[in-house]
């Protein structure tokens, strides 16, 4: 279940750009500002909005540690701002002068790439925040761009089609066509998978095209210095062409928003759909997952930006981050009731909801004749509309099951863990999860983004047995 739990309408013009650090939310549009907001409360930081570009402001991104934000633009350049006060640190003009489409930082922020409109690659080094090396791809604007999670390659894709993988050194690993009308987005999944054929380690990544299609691609590494792009399936689902993806912090779902207004949330292993979003009433041009908790946010043509909650079993009438607020559906309020209205695209009966004291257990009472006689809803489409997803939330009640223990859930998966280890950042985590995350080459905390001092790993065993004693007292 996915429930819109904020709307942030702050930006005066289209929303171009979202992007999650571990404790903010930055959004940047056509109106020349980027905005911060905080996670605890998606309170606006007193610095924000940032204010420095001249034009329109396509791109923004964290660093890996959250302490510094980049942003692009029309005006040829890349900002840098200390997200701890605000203060403006660089100015990065493109070389070439043309304007800066899309920024990314390296996951060690070593690098910070910025791609213009007429094809330049320019990687500056972080640290000097000079030019390090430059390039350009063969024909049309560079739109997209994406690193592995190890650092050692980053993917661009340009407006002409391709996608071209790109090594530290700014070689040209190898090239492909990939969308006959343009790229529009990519993203590369942060956990390696196996490809299955030759058990090298591979990265999955996502691109988005004006054909309307989203492609999942392996990238593979054989030998030294080979790098293979495969083609695995196409996801469809979108009507219209597709402005924006990302994958989840797990690799397990990937969110894309379209012209179409919609925004899709599919299951990766199998390319079937979980979600479709129809809150925005304009183009869709931005998605982004957060990097720890079950939080999306969407942006868009109609100014705003939006805060979904994913989730079996619940959603917030506040903090996105206050576990207090997660309740059963039998719990919600009238409005926990009306913002998962919203989130089905109902708002259209909030107002007719609430006037008749529908909470969450009134809800999950109603039935094609309360709709009719009790609340008058006299079309027989939109009775028949609110009811099936009614019954989907009466499944999901039922299938879902009691809470867990948040300090039982990995941080990494927020799947309950099996065989929990303690890592040098002093938090548990699942095993297989840490590992993965360690055999990325990150050497940064999963909770606080700070350098891990040792790759340890020690089993936790009175969490296991606290793990198995509360499993045993949910079979009683």
């Given at each position: 279940m996915a429930t819109l739990i904020r709307t942030l309408a702050d930006?005066?013009?289209?929303?171009?750009?979202?992007?999650f650090s571990s404790s903010c939310l930055a959004t940047c549009s056509l109106d020349k500002t980027v905005r911060v907001y905080s996670l605890n409360d998606f309170a606006e930081l007193p610095y924000s909005p940032l204010?420095?570009?001249?034009?329109?402001?396509?791109?923004?991104?964290?660093?890996?540690?959250?302490?510094?934000?980049?942003?692009?633009?029309?005006?040829?350049?890349?900002?840098?701002?200390?997200?701890?006060?605000?203060?403006?640190?660089?100015?990065?003009?493109?070389?070439?002068?043309s304007p800066v489409?899309?920024?990314?930082?390296s996951p060690e922020s070593t690098y910070l790439v910025s791609g213009g409109a007429d094809g330049t690659v320019v990687l500056w080094n972080v640290r000097s925040l000079k030019l390090y090396r430059s390039g350009n791809v063969k024909d049309g604007s560079l739109v997209a761009c994406a690193f592995s999670p190890n650092g050692n390659v980053f993917v661009t894709g340009s407006s002409c089609g391709d996608l071209t993988v790109w090594d530290d050194k700014m070689r040209c690993l190898c090239n492909e066509k990939a969308h006959d009308l343009g790229v529009t987005c990519c993203d590369i999944s942060s956990l390696p998978v196996s490809d299955g054929e030759h058990g090298f380690r591979c990265f999955q990544m996502a691109s988005c095209g004006q054909d309307n299609q989203i492609k999942l691609w392996l990238i593979s590494f054989a030998g030294i210095s080979g790098v293979e792009l495969k083609s695995q399936c196409t996801l469809s689902g979108h009507s219209a062409p597709v402005l924006a993806c990302a994958f989840s912090c797990d690799g397990q779902m990937l969110v894309s928003g379209s012209v179409d207004k919609c925004v899709i949330i599919h299951e990766t292993s199998t390319g079937s759909t979980l979600h479709t979003l129809s809150q925005?009433?304009?183009?869709?041009?931005?998605?982004?997952?957060?990097?720890?908790?079950?939080?999306?946010?969407?942006?868009?043509?109609?100014?705003?930006?939006?805060?979904?909650?994913l989730g079996d079993k619940q959603t917030c009438a506040g903090s996105a981050a206050d576990n207090e607020s997660k309740v059963t559906v039998e719990d919600w309020s009238e409005d926990d009731v009306s913002a998962w209205l919203r989130g089905q695209n109902l708002a259209d009966f909030v107002s007719l909801f609430k006037m008749n004291n529908i909470d969450g257990r009134e809800l999950l009472k109603l039935t094609k004749e309360s709709l009719a006689d009790d609340l008058k809803?006299?079309?027989?489409?939109?009775?028949?509309?609110?009811?099936?997803?009614?019954?989907?939330?009466?499944?999901?009640?039922?299938?879902?099951?009691?809470?867990?223990?948040?300090?039982?859930?990995?941080?990494?998966?927020?799947?309950?863990?099996?065989?929990?280890?303690?890592?040098?950042?002093?938090?548990?985590?699942?095993?297989?999860?840490?590992?993965?995350?360690?055999?990325?080459?990150?050497?940064?905390?999963?909770?606080?983004?700070?350098?891990?001092?040792?790759?340890?790993?020690?089993?936790?065993?009175?969490?296991?047995?606290?793990?198995?004693?509360?499993?045993?007292?949910?079979?009683?």
């Open positions: 930006h005066s013009d289209d929303v171009n750009y979202c992007a204010k420095g570009h001249t034009y329109a402001v396509h791109c923004c991104c964290f660093s890996p540690s959250g302490h510094v934000l980049a942003s692009c633009s029309t005006d040829g350049t890349t900002l840098v701002w200390d997200t701890c006060s605000g203060q403006m640190l660089a100015v990065l003009e493109q070389p070439s002068g489409r899309v920024c990314r930082f925005h009433t304009r183009y869709v041009t931005a998605c982004a997952f957060a990097p720890h908790g079950p939080l999306l946010a969407t942006g868009s043509m109609d100014k705003t930006v939006n805060i979904w909650q809803i006299e079309s027989l489409g939109l009775r028949s509309k609110v009811l099936q997803k009614i019954e989907e939330l009466r499944m999901n009640t039922v299938s879902v099951p009691v809470n867990i223990p948040d300090e039982f859930l990995c941080p990494i998966t927020r799947e309950l863990m099996k065989d929990p280890v303690i890592a040098a950042d002093g938090y548990s985590y699942e095993k297989a999860a840490m590992e993965n995350w360690i055999s990325t080459k990150r050497r940064s905390s999963p909770m606080t983004n700070l350098p891990l001092p040792s790759p340890l790993l020690t089993p936790n065993r009175t969490l296991k047995m606290a793990i198995n004693r509360w499993l045993e007292m949910q079979q009683k």
